[in-house]
Protein backbone atom coordinates (compact mmCIF):
# COMPACT_ATOMS: atom_id res chain seq x y z
CA UNK A 1 0.00 0.00 0.00
CA UNK A 2 1.36 3.25 -1.29
CA UNK A 3 -0.50 5.82 1.03
CA UNK A 4 1.03 6.18 4.26
CA UNK A 5 -0.56 6.91 7.14
CA UNK A 6 1.09 10.47 7.14
CA UNK A 7 0.01 11.39 3.85
CA UNK A 8 -3.45 10.27 5.19
CA UNK A 9 -3.80 12.85 8.11
CA UNK A 10 -2.06 15.48 6.19
CA UNK A 11 -4.91 15.21 3.58
CA UNK A 12 -7.68 14.63 4.96
CA UNK A 13 -7.57 15.19 8.75
CA UNK A 14 -5.28 18.58 8.83
CA UNK A 15 -7.81 20.98 10.51
CA UNK A 16 -7.81 18.24 13.39
CA UNK A 17 -4.08 17.82 13.79
CA UNK A 18 -3.30 21.34 13.89
CA UNK A 19 -5.63 21.76 16.64
CA UNK A 20 -3.70 18.90 18.51
CA UNK A 21 -0.29 20.28 17.77
CA UNK A 22 -1.38 23.43 18.76
CA UNK A 23 -2.75 22.41 22.26
CA UNK A 24 0.90 20.41 22.56
CA UNK A 25 2.55 23.89 22.22
CA UNK A 26 0.42 25.80 24.85
CA UNK A 27 0.46 22.35 27.17
CA UNK A 28 4.57 22.57 26.89
CA UNK A 29 4.65 26.48 27.09
CA UNK A 30 2.44 26.88 30.32
CA UNK A 31 4.75 23.68 31.94
CA UNK A 32 8.19 25.62 30.84
CA UNK A 33 7.41 28.56 32.63
CA UNK A 34 5.04 26.98 35.46
CA UNK A 35 7.74 24.43 36.39
CA UNK A 36 10.53 27.38 36.26
CA UNK A 37 8.75 29.74 37.97
CA UNK A 38 7.80 27.59 40.71
CA UNK A 39 11.19 26.02 40.88
CA UNK A 40 12.38 29.72 41.57
CA UNK A 41 10.07 30.56 43.91
CA UNK A 42 10.87 27.66 46.04
CA UNK A 43 14.39 27.82 45.62
CA UNK A 44 14.35 32.09 47.15
CA UNK A 45 11.58 30.84 49.87
CA UNK A 46 14.02 27.89 50.60
CA UNK A 47 17.70 29.62 50.54
CA UNK A 48 16.53 32.92 51.54
CA UNK A 49 14.46 32.07 54.67
CA UNK A 50 14.05 28.94 55.80
CA UNK A 51 17.92 28.17 55.03
CA UNK A 52 19.41 31.60 55.25
CA UNK A 53 22.69 31.36 57.60
CA UNK A 54 22.09 34.74 58.46
CA UNK A 55 18.72 34.34 59.69
CA UNK A 56 19.76 31.12 61.61
CA UNK A 57 22.29 33.33 64.04
CA UNK A 58 21.42 33.69 68.06
CA UNK A 59 23.51 35.85 69.43
CA UNK A 60 23.02 35.41 73.75
CA UNK A 61 24.49 37.97 76.22
CA UNK A 62 23.24 36.60 79.94
CA UNK A 63 24.60 38.73 83.53
CA UNK A 64 23.56 37.55 87.14
CA UNK A 65 23.63 39.70 90.11
CA UNK A 66 27.51 38.85 90.74
CA UNK A 67 28.13 39.70 87.16
CA UNK A 68 28.74 37.63 83.67
CA UNK A 69 26.83 34.34 83.40
CA UNK A 70 28.77 31.77 82.19
CA UNK A 71 27.69 29.17 79.59
CA UNK A 72 27.85 25.74 79.52
CA UNK A 73 28.32 25.27 75.61
CA UNK A 74 29.05 21.58 75.59
CA UNK A 75 25.33 21.12 76.83
CA UNK A 76 24.30 23.75 74.24
CA UNK A 77 25.82 22.30 71.12
CA UNK A 78 23.89 18.95 72.49
CA UNK A 79 20.73 20.80 72.24
CA UNK A 80 18.58 19.72 69.09
CA UNK A 81 19.52 21.11 65.83
CA UNK A 82 22.43 23.41 66.99
CA UNK A 83 24.90 23.31 64.04
CA UNK A 84 28.11 24.69 66.02
CA UNK A 85 28.61 27.77 68.32
CA UNK A 86 31.13 30.29 69.17
CA UNK A 87 32.06 31.63 72.69
CA UNK A 88 34.44 34.17 73.10
CA UNK A 89 35.87 37.90 74.36
CA UNK A 90 35.72 40.35 71.14
CA UNK A 91 38.86 41.53 70.88
CA UNK A 92 38.91 45.57 70.39
CA UNK A 93 41.58 47.03 67.81
CA UNK A 94 42.38 50.75 67.33
CA UNK A 95 43.27 52.13 63.61
CA UNK A 96 43.82 55.09 61.66
CA UNK A 97 43.55 56.08 57.85
CA UNK A 98 46.48 57.66 57.23
CA UNK A 99 45.05 61.00 58.69
CA UNK A 100 45.62 61.04 61.74
CA UNK A 101 42.24 59.93 63.19
CA UNK A 102 42.17 57.45 65.39
CA UNK A 103 38.97 54.75 65.54
CA UNK A 104 37.82 51.39 67.35
CA UNK A 105 36.33 48.32 66.10
CA UNK A 106 35.65 45.26 68.11
CA UNK A 107 36.62 41.37 66.28
CA UNK A 108 35.81 38.00 66.67
CA UNK A 109 37.46 34.98 65.78
CA UNK A 110 37.41 33.94 62.09
CA UNK A 111 35.77 30.32 62.94
CA UNK A 112 33.12 28.18 61.41
CA UNK A 113 30.24 29.67 62.88
CA UNK A 114 31.53 33.52 62.06
CA UNK A 115 32.68 32.31 58.65
CA UNK A 116 28.35 31.46 58.53
CA UNK A 117 27.30 34.69 59.78
CA UNK A 118 29.08 36.72 57.18
CA UNK A 119 29.05 34.35 54.44
CA UNK A 120 32.46 34.31 53.76
CA UNK A 121 34.60 31.30 53.01
CA UNK A 122 38.28 31.30 51.97
CA UNK A 123 40.71 30.50 52.71
CA UNK A 124 43.05 33.02 55.41
CA UNK A 125 46.39 33.93 56.32
CA UNK A 126 48.15 34.05 60.13
CA UNK A 127 48.10 38.07 59.60
CA UNK A 128 44.83 38.25 58.08
CA UNK A 129 41.70 40.64 59.28
CA UNK A 130 38.47 40.12 57.41
CA UNK A 131 36.58 43.77 56.97
CA UNK A 132 33.46 44.89 55.70
CA UNK A 133 33.37 46.02 52.48
CA UNK A 134 33.07 49.28 53.45
CA UNK A 135 36.77 49.87 53.94
CA UNK A 136 37.46 48.95 50.69
CA UNK A 137 40.06 51.49 49.07
CA UNK A 138 41.74 52.82 52.70
CA UNK A 139 45.30 51.49 53.99
CA UNK A 140 44.56 50.90 58.16
CA UNK A 141 47.46 50.84 60.52
CA UNK A 142 46.14 49.08 63.81
CA UNK A 143 47.21 48.94 66.79
CA UNK A 144 46.14 47.02 70.02
CA UNK A 145 44.85 47.98 73.42
CA UNK A 146 48.44 48.90 74.29
CA UNK A 147 49.16 51.30 71.49
CA UNK A 148 51.01 48.08 70.32
CA UNK A 149 51.38 48.38 65.99
CA UNK A 150 49.70 45.43 64.34
CA UNK A 151 50.83 44.22 61.10
CA UNK A 152 47.51 42.82 59.78
CA UNK A 153 47.09 42.01 56.09
CA UNK A 154 43.42 43.48 54.48
CA UNK A 155 41.08 41.28 53.14
CA UNK A 156 37.08 41.81 52.80
CA UNK A 157 33.56 40.46 53.25
CA UNK A 158 29.99 41.75 51.51
CA UNK A 159 27.92 44.11 53.23
CA UNK A 160 28.43 44.50 56.77
CA UNK A 161 27.34 41.77 58.76
CA UNK A 162 23.97 40.79 60.44
CA UNK A 163 22.18 43.25 62.47
CA UNK A 164 23.61 42.01 65.79
CA UNK A 165 27.23 42.00 64.58
CA UNK A 166 26.89 44.83 62.09
CA UNK A 167 30.41 46.43 60.89
CA UNK A 168 32.41 43.71 63.01
CA UNK A 169 35.99 42.81 62.03
CA UNK A 170 37.25 38.87 61.86
CA UNK A 171 40.71 37.87 62.58
CA UNK A 172 42.61 34.94 61.40
CA UNK A 173 42.60 32.21 64.54
CA UNK A 174 46.40 32.78 64.74
CA UNK A 175 46.41 36.47 66.09
CA UNK A 176 42.85 36.58 67.25
CA UNK A 177 44.15 33.68 69.96
CA UNK A 178 47.59 35.59 70.17
CA UNK A 179 45.84 38.63 71.35
CA UNK A 180 43.10 37.17 73.70
CA UNK A 181 46.28 35.62 75.43
CA UNK A 182 47.08 39.74 75.94
CA UNK A 183 43.79 40.80 76.89
CA UNK A 184 43.29 37.78 79.43
CA UNK A 185 46.55 39.34 81.06
CA UNK A 186 44.94 43.28 81.20
CA UNK A 187 43.38 44.02 84.45
CA UNK A 188 41.76 46.99 82.26
CA UNK A 189 39.82 44.66 79.71
CA UNK A 190 35.84 44.78 81.06
CA UNK A 191 33.11 42.85 78.47
CA UNK A 192 31.39 39.67 78.39
CA UNK A 193 31.86 37.04 76.22
CA UNK A 194 29.65 36.81 73.09
CA UNK A 195 27.67 33.44 72.76
CA UNK A 196 27.11 33.06 69.07
CA UNK A 197 24.81 29.94 68.01
CA UNK A 198 23.96 28.82 64.64
CA UNK A 199 20.84 26.87 63.91
CA UNK A 200 20.82 24.45 61.05
CA UNK A 201 17.68 26.01 59.99
CA UNK A 202 15.80 29.46 60.46
CA UNK A 203 12.66 27.20 60.77
CA UNK A 204 13.83 25.36 63.85
CA UNK A 205 15.48 29.26 65.37
CA UNK A 206 12.22 29.44 67.50
CA UNK A 207 12.24 25.98 68.97
CA UNK A 208 15.95 26.79 70.10
CA UNK A 209 15.19 30.28 72.15
CA UNK A 210 12.26 28.41 73.73
CA UNK A 211 14.20 25.65 75.09
CA UNK A 212 17.25 27.45 75.76
CA UNK A 213 14.87 30.09 77.70
CA UNK A 214 13.35 26.94 79.79
CA UNK A 215 17.23 25.54 80.29
CA UNK A 216 19.19 28.64 81.93
CA UNK A 217 17.25 30.60 85.15
CA UNK A 218 19.68 33.50 84.92
CA UNK A 219 17.54 36.79 86.03
CA UNK A 220 18.79 38.65 82.88
CA UNK A 221 19.50 36.83 79.39
CA UNK A 222 19.45 38.87 76.37
CA UNK A 223 18.88 36.82 73.29
CA UNK A 224 19.86 38.62 69.38
CA UNK A 225 18.43 37.02 66.42
CA UNK A 226 17.60 38.75 63.09
CA UNK A 227 14.59 35.97 62.19
CA UNK A 228 12.75 37.64 65.64
CA UNK A 229 9.27 38.72 64.61
CA UNK A 230 9.18 36.60 61.52
CA UNK A 231 7.37 33.58 63.02
CA UNK A 232 4.52 33.52 60.91
CA UNK A 233 6.43 34.59 57.63
CA UNK A 234 8.65 31.76 58.22
CA UNK A 235 5.75 29.30 58.78
CA UNK A 236 3.76 30.62 55.64
CA UNK A 237 7.04 30.64 53.43
CA UNK A 238 7.13 26.64 54.10
CA UNK A 239 3.60 26.57 53.83
CA UNK A 240 3.64 28.23 50.58
CA UNK A 241 6.02 26.43 49.26
CA UNK A 242 5.08 22.91 49.77
CA UNK A 243 1.76 24.67 47.89
CA UNK A 244 3.25 25.67 45.04
CA UNK A 245 4.98 22.53 44.61
CA UNK A 246 1.74 20.77 45.16
CA UNK A 247 0.27 23.24 42.75
CA UNK A 248 2.96 22.02 40.09
CA UNK A 249 2.08 18.17 40.64
CA UNK A 250 -1.87 18.93 40.20
CA UNK A 251 -0.55 20.73 37.33
CA UNK A 252 1.04 18.02 35.74
CA UNK A 253 -1.55 16.10 36.25
CA UNK A 254 -4.39 17.83 34.73
CA UNK A 255 -1.98 18.53 31.53
CA UNK A 256 -1.25 14.76 31.23
CA UNK A 257 -5.08 14.07 31.16
CA UNK A 258 -6.03 16.49 28.92
CA UNK A 259 -3.59 16.02 26.10
CA UNK A 260 -4.36 12.08 26.63
CA UNK A 261 -8.00 12.62 26.14
CA UNK A 262 -7.73 14.84 23.16
CA UNK A 263 -5.38 12.68 21.44
CA UNK A 264 -7.64 9.72 22.36
CA UNK A 265 -10.91 11.53 20.70
CA UNK A 266 -8.54 12.15 17.40
CA UNK A 267 -7.29 8.68 17.74
CA UNK A 268 -11.58 7.75 17.79
CA UNK A 269 -12.08 10.11 14.47
CA UNK A 270 -9.86 7.65 12.89
CA UNK A 271 -11.15 4.45 13.93
CA UNK A 272 -12.82 3.58 11.16
CA UNK A 273 -10.07 4.92 9.05
CA UNK A 274 -7.23 3.12 10.65
CA UNK A 275 -9.55 -0.09 10.64
CA UNK A 276 -9.58 -0.32 6.94
CA UNK A 277 -5.96 0.17 6.96
CA UNK A 278 -5.41 -2.35 8.88
CA UNK A 279 -7.86 -4.86 6.83
CA UNK A 280 -6.13 -3.77 3.57
CA UNK A 281 -2.48 -5.33 5.03
CA UNK A 282 -0.87 -2.67 7.21
CA UNK A 283 0.25 -3.94 10.28
CA UNK A 284 -1.01 -2.23 14.11
CA UNK A 285 3.06 -1.51 14.59
CA UNK A 286 3.33 0.12 11.13
CA UNK A 287 0.08 2.14 11.95
CA UNK A 288 0.98 3.07 15.25
CA UNK A 289 5.06 3.91 13.39
CA UNK A 290 3.64 6.01 11.08
CA UNK A 291 0.61 7.71 13.05
CA UNK A 292 3.41 9.08 15.75
CA UNK A 293 5.30 10.21 12.83
CA UNK A 294 2.83 12.24 12.16
CA UNK A 295 2.25 14.12 15.37
CA UNK A 296 6.19 14.26 15.91
CA UNK A 297 6.57 15.91 12.23
CA UNK A 298 3.91 18.56 13.24
CA UNK A 299 5.19 19.25 17.03
CA UNK A 300 8.92 20.03 15.42
CA UNK A 301 8.00 23.32 14.24
CA UNK A 302 6.35 23.71 18.07
CA UNK A 303 9.41 22.56 19.86
CA UNK A 304 11.39 25.28 17.65
CA UNK A 305 8.47 28.12 18.37
CA UNK A 306 8.98 26.97 21.84
CA UNK A 307 13.00 27.60 21.76
CA UNK A 308 12.01 30.95 19.81
CA UNK A 309 9.83 32.59 22.54
CA UNK A 310 12.81 31.65 25.33
CA UNK A 311 14.77 33.66 22.92
CA UNK A 312 11.98 36.57 22.72
CA UNK A 313 11.78 36.37 26.19
CA UNK A 314 15.53 36.81 26.91
CA UNK A 315 14.95 39.65 24.70
CA UNK A 316 12.42 41.04 26.80
CA UNK A 317 13.92 40.70 29.99
CA UNK A 318 17.29 42.40 28.63
CA UNK A 319 16.61 46.01 30.47
CA UNK A 320 16.01 44.23 33.70
CA UNK A 321 18.58 41.83 34.87
CA UNK A 322 22.67 41.88 34.26
CA UNK A 323 24.07 39.59 31.68
CA UNK A 324 25.26 37.07 34.46
CA UNK A 325 21.15 36.64 36.11
CA UNK A 326 19.79 36.48 32.12
CA UNK A 327 22.24 33.86 30.95
CA UNK A 328 21.78 31.49 34.03
CA UNK A 329 17.93 31.84 33.49
CA UNK A 330 17.92 31.28 29.44
CA UNK A 331 20.52 28.59 30.28
CA UNK A 332 17.93 26.92 32.78
CA UNK A 333 15.00 27.50 30.52
CA UNK A 334 16.64 25.62 28.00
CA UNK A 335 17.71 23.13 29.80
CA UNK A 336 14.34 22.61 31.21
CA UNK A 337 12.45 23.37 27.30
CA UNK A 338 14.99 20.43 26.38
CA UNK A 339 13.83 18.11 29.20
CA UNK A 340 10.28 18.73 28.37
CA UNK A 341 10.56 17.97 25.16
CA UNK A 342 12.53 14.63 25.70
CA UNK A 343 9.54 13.63 27.76
CA UNK A 344 7.07 15.16 25.26
CA UNK A 345 7.89 12.79 22.85
CA UNK A 346 7.92 9.52 25.06
CA UNK A 347 4.56 10.20 26.63
CA UNK A 348 3.23 11.29 22.87
CA UNK A 349 4.76 7.81 21.85
CA UNK A 350 3.61 5.55 24.62
CA UNK A 351 -0.06 7.19 24.68
CA UNK A 352 0.11 6.34 20.64
CA UNK A 353 1.18 2.58 21.04
CA UNK A 354 -1.70 1.96 24.05
CA UNK A 355 -4.66 3.02 22.17
CA UNK A 356 -3.43 1.64 18.74
CA UNK A 357 -3.08 -1.17 20.48
CA UNK A 358 -6.35 -1.33 22.11
CA UNK A 359 -8.04 0.00 18.82
CA UNK A 360 -6.05 -2.72 16.47
CA UNK A 361 -6.80 -5.82 18.84
CA UNK A 362 -8.75 -8.35 17.23
CA UNK A 363 -11.80 -8.31 19.85
CA UNK A 364 -12.29 -4.52 18.87
CA UNK A 365 -11.99 -5.29 14.99
CA UNK A 366 -14.55 -7.85 15.59
CA UNK A 367 -16.73 -5.52 17.30
CA UNK A 368 -16.72 -2.67 15.05
CA UNK A 369 -17.04 -5.01 11.58
CA UNK A 370 -20.09 -6.16 13.56
CA UNK A 371 -21.51 -2.83 14.02
Known amino acids: MKMTVFHYMKKKYMKQLKKLTT ?15 IFISTENIRNNILNNERLSMVLINGYTKNGEFTYDT ?7 NVKDLSYE ?85 QTSAKLAEEISKSDNYSSAKSLLVNITKTEYIYDFVQDFNNMFDEEKAYVYYQAEGLEKLVTGSKMSMYLLILFQVVLLAIVFIFYRNSLNALIKTLNRDLLSLYINGLSSKEISRQFYSTIESMNKKIYMYSYALIALFAVGMWKYMGMQPLLIMVAGLVVLLSLLIVLNKRFVKLLITRKMKKELSNDNIVSQLRN
Open 23 to 37: LNFLLIVLLLFSVFT
Open 74 to 80: EKIKKMD
Open 89 to 173: YEIPLSYSNGDGEQDFMNCLTLNPTTRDAINYHKPVKGNEIILPDSFKGNTLKFTDMENKPLSLKQSYYEGSGIFFLKDKCYLAP
